[in-house]
């Protein structure tokens, strides 16, 4: 994989988790599509529905798969299935070298933060399976901002930029979804995009 950077004098760069550092999009898939099927789905979850909703936080993305099909569903027990089912795979994550690669290589000289769509209680523990925890002391989640504000919104970047010290237009983020590039750009910041589809 290449990766297009952008030239520039950056002072901090802020990553995205999943399908950016660590290929975990397969086993989301497979989560969610398990997860919904024990809510009603009779159907494989479409691929391409879930890799549209990248970046967006879980319980939105349960209720945006249940309207998608039609499905009368409890968005925060959807949520809480796949998450279980997520959890007890994390085991095989895998990192996106070339990213991790300049992730280590920036984080010698700069300060650097995760802006996750996951929650905490995901996040972290994935960051840990990949040997990624001791790298990234910033990581912002949909928990850290108000309800609702969530990329696409730039409120995460934003807030990751505040807590690197770092003025927004001077960061470099990485991402591989439409609605984390789409809040990168709201936020003022350079993007590079990440193929997540590998």
């Keep these: 994989m290449?990766?297009?950077?952008?030239?520039?004098?950056f002072a901090g760069y802020i990553f995205d988790l999943d399908g950016t550092?660590?290929?975990?999009?397969?086993?989301h898939y497979k989560a969610w599509d398990a997860a919904m099927r024990r809510h009603g789905l009779t159907e494989v979850l479409d691929e391409n529905l879930f890799y549209s909703l990248g970046g967006v936080p879980t319980v939105r993305v349960a209720a945006l798969i249940g309207a998608h099909y039609g499905l009368e569903l409890d968005p925060p027990a959807v949520e809480h299935t796949k998450e279980a089912i997520f959890l007890e795979n994390l085991q095989n994550v895998m990192h996106i070298a070339p990213v991790v690669a300049f992730a280590r290589r920036v984080a010698a000289t700069h300060p650097v933060a995760i802006a996750t769509g996951?929650?905490?209680?995901?996040?972290?523990?994935?960051?840990?399976?990949?040997?990624?925890?001791?790298?990234?002391?910033?990581?912002?989640?949909?928990?850290d901002v108000a309800p609702g504000r969530g990329k696409p919104a730039p409120d995460m970047f934003l807030l990751?930029?505040?807590?690197?010290?770092?003025?927004?237009?001077?960061?470099?983020?990485?991402?591989?979804?439409?609605?984390?590039i789409q809040a990168a750009l709201a936020a003022g910041m350079q993007v590079v995009r990440v193929p997540s589809r590998r």
């Design 118 to 143: 996951g929650m905490p209680e995901i996040a972290r523990p994935a960051l840990k399976a990949a040997g990624l925890d001791g790298l990234f002391k910033i990581v912002v989640t949909p928990r």
């Design 2 to 9: 290449q990766l297009d950077i952008p030239s520039g004098d």
């Design 160 to 180: 990751a930029a505040e807590k690197m010290g770092v003025s927004p237009t001077q960061c470099l983020v990485f991402e591989d979804a439409e609605p984390g």
């Design 21 to 27: 550092l660590i290929d975990t999009m397969p086993l």
